[in-house]
Structures are given as C-alpha cells and as structure tokens.
C-alpha cells in the first residue's frame, strides 16, 4: 500500500477535496460519453433506471449514513468504534437485500404500468448495479468518518476510474448500452469495495446492527422520512416528467445537470467535511461558534456559485450542443434553471448542517415535508402547462419555502 503513504503529508481536508475532483470529474466525463453515445432519447432510458438505483440508496443514506457519520466520529474508544463500525456494516448489508428486493418488485410493475419508461431489459443490471453502488458508497462514508480519507481515495480511484474505463472499453467495442453501463458499474464498484473492505478488515456483525438500529432508530426515522420525501420532490418529481412527457425529458433534465455537476465537487466536499466540523466547533464554542463557521462558508460559496450562474446564463447553449451535440441545445433553459437551484441549494445545505449536528431531525423531517408538497404540487401542474422546465422551478420553489422553515426554526433551538 505504497500508493498511500504518499497522502500522509497532506492535509486530510486536501485529499477529501481531491477525492471530490476525482468522482466528480469522472462521472462528468462518464455522462458525457453516454449521454452523445445514446442520444437524448435512450439517455433519458439509462437516467431512469439510475433515478432508482439513486431511490435504493435513500435507505442507506438515511437510515445508516446520517446516523454513522456522527456516531463514530463521536467515540472515542477505539474497541467501541470498532463494534459501531461492524454494526453499521451489518445493517448496512441488511438494507442492501431489502432494497434489491423492494426495487425488484417496483421496477417489474411500473414496466408493466408505464411501457413508456423502458424498464424492463435494464431490470436485472439495475439490481446488480444497486448491490455494487451501494456498497461502495457505504463504505467511503465510513472511511470519511474514520477519518482515512486517503484510503476513500484509493476506493474512489477504483470503482470510478475502473467504471470510466470499463465504459472506454465498451464503447470501443461498440457493446455501450444502458445495460452493460449498468453492469460495468456493478462489477467494477462492487470488486472495488470488496477489496478495501479486505485491506481494512471490516467485518459485518449483525448482533451489533441490532444495537445500532436500536440506539439510532429514533434519529435514523426522522433521516428516512426527509430523505424519502426530497426523493419525491425531485428525482420521484424528474421520473414522474418522463413518464408524461417521454424519456428524452429525463435525459435533457441530467444533461443540463451534467453540465453544472463539476460544482458538485464542493457540494460533495461539504457532505462529507462539513457536518464533522460543524460538530467540532458546536462542542468548541455553543451555537454561536457553529453558525458563525458556517455564515462564513455561506459568503464564500455564494459569491463563488453566483459567478458559475451568471457564466452559464450567457453560454448555457453553445455549451451543450459542445459538449453533448446539437441535439440537446433546445434545453438551455434547462442548465439556467440547474444553475440557479445549485447556488440556492448551497445555503439550503449548510442550515441542513447544522440541523444536524444540533439533533434537530424533526425539523429536517418537516422541512423535506413542505419541500416535496411544494414541488410536486407545483411540478405535477407545471408539467403539463409548461413542459420539462416546471419540474426545475418546482425544485427551486419547494427549496425555497424549506429554507424559510428551517431558519424561522432557529429560534426554537
């Protein structure tokens, strides 16, 4: 494991961003050779079947990562770390069957339901690609809370440069479909988890997951109900769209989320960084301490992203018929509207934060409530009256009307 020692000099905020760039910068690329090699169309095909690799992963993400990212860092003892760790893994691999299972069923009557959505030749590498994703990104977030982040660069590494080329191989091949994309990410991001889960000799205890759903159900319910809810008002929303105005809307809408996803570099750096050190200064100096760390990174981001919002306004268009072909250059709008929701979301996030890191998930809960009634209520509408577009101001607006709860909320702290 030379490759790691060469990280230890540098600052582990450094290599996280790195990582960031790393993953970021891949999928990027990998959207990029889909979405030409496809076309809008069958592109939209392969971003429905991913919208529900993303739904599987709401489990996780709610009902064990929030959860283990403040648990671990939080305990000092490093027996008892150990034992959250293998608990966490535990019921980690327990929400992995289950939410194959569960998609499995979905996926089969939605395909019978809606043809139009094109679900089922993508079925069974969707399933496999469900596995493999989610154990990997299980794995990097315990490996951020551990505090080894040159190890979750090596995983990354792996599983997306190993997918980026594997996706080279069959696009040489001329074998590049939504299926083997799928099945690519499969193999490669499962093979990839498995082997540093081997380096680092983590084993999965089940008598510990039980203490660990006991212990964090409370918190973890309130995690699952806000993540469920942001799912259906905006990527449940995106699906919805499809179904009614065809999958070359799905494609367009990730398209011209594609294009502004290099600013997910921070956004992603932030999920993994910010929540940790906004517990470390909570502890340092009360409240007051932790929300003048986060104003300060309010300024920064917002000054930085509004330069990304005000480019994209002029060259939105002749960036995508660059970058994806002429046929996508109809959406312009598309990658505006995706540009103006990410700087919103930037404050949205760091209130999100610190939410969080004071314990407040009945606040989240609500919050993700009023946002997914606000955007479905105005999408569903939209859609019909205004096209693709509404599903991105329905995003914008139940975001917006979110933010304003959990800020009129802080007084209540």
Avoid at 84 to 106: D, E, K, M, N, T
Avoid at 161 to 169: E, M, R, T
Wanted: net charge positive; glycine share 8%.
């Amino acid at each position: 494991m030379a490759f790691i020692g060469t990280f230890k000099s540098i600052p582990s905020h450094w290599v996280a961003l790195a990582d960031q760039v790393l993953v970021s910068g891949v999928n990027f690329v990998i959207g990029v050779i889909l979405a030409r090699t496809f076309g809008v169309e069958v592109f939209g095909v392969y971003i429905i079947a991913i919208t529900f690799l993303f739904y599987a992963n709401t489990f996780q993400s709610s009902l064990v990562i929030s959860p283990m990212m403040t648990a671990i860092p939080h305990e000092t003892d490093e027996a008892k770390r150990e034992e959250l760790l293998s608990g966490f893994f535990g019921y980690a691999l327990i929400l992995i069957v289950l939410s194959v299972v569960g998609i499995a069923i979905v996926t089969y009557l939605l395909g019978v339901m809606v043809a139009s959505l094109h679900l089922g030749a993508n079925t069974g590498p969707l399933l496999l690609a469900i596995i493999g994703f989610q154990l990997q990104d299980w794995l990097r977030r315990a490996l951020y809370a551990l505090h080894q982040t040159s190890r979750v660069f090596l995983l990354d590494l792996l599983a997306y440069g190993g997918q980026l080329a594997s996706l080279a191989i069959l696009y040489y091949k001329n074998a590049l479909t939504p299926s083997s994309a799928l099945l690519s990410m499969a193999v490669v991001f499962f093979l990839s988890a498995l082997l540093i889960i081997t380096i680092q000799n983590i084993v999965p205890s089940f008598k510990q997951a039980l203490l660990v759903i006991k212990t964090h159900w409370r918190g973890s319910r309130d995690f699952f109900v806000a993540w469920q809810l942001q799912w259906a008002g905006s990527q449940g929303l995106a699906l919805f769209g499809g179904g009614v105005l065809g999958p070359q809307i799905v494609g367009a809408l990730r398209a011209s989320m594609n294009l502004v996803a290099p600013v997910n570099v921070l956004f992603q750096w932030m999920e993994n960084v910010i929540p940790v050190r906004a517990v470390t200064h909570l502890k340092k100096g009360g409240l007051p301490e932790m929300y003048h760390f986060l104003s300060r990174l309010a300024w920064i981001g917002g000054v930085l992203f509004g330069v990304v919002v005000v480019g994209l306004y002029f060259f939105a268009e002749p960036l995508l018929g660059l970058i994806y072909g002429e046929s996508y250059r109809p959406y312009a709008l598309f990658v505006i509207l995706q540009a103006v929701h990410i700087w919103l979301s930037h404050f949205y996030r760091l209130e999100f934060f610190a939410c969080r890191a004071t314990h407040r998930t009945a606040d989240i809960a609500r919050a993700s409530l009023i946002m997914a009634l606000v955007a479905i209520g105005t999408g569903v509408f939209g859609v019909y009256l205004i096209g693709g577009s509404a599903v991105i101001l329905a995003l914008i607006l139940g975001q917006s009307v979110s933010h304003l709860y959990l800020f009129y909320r802080r007084k209540y702290i």
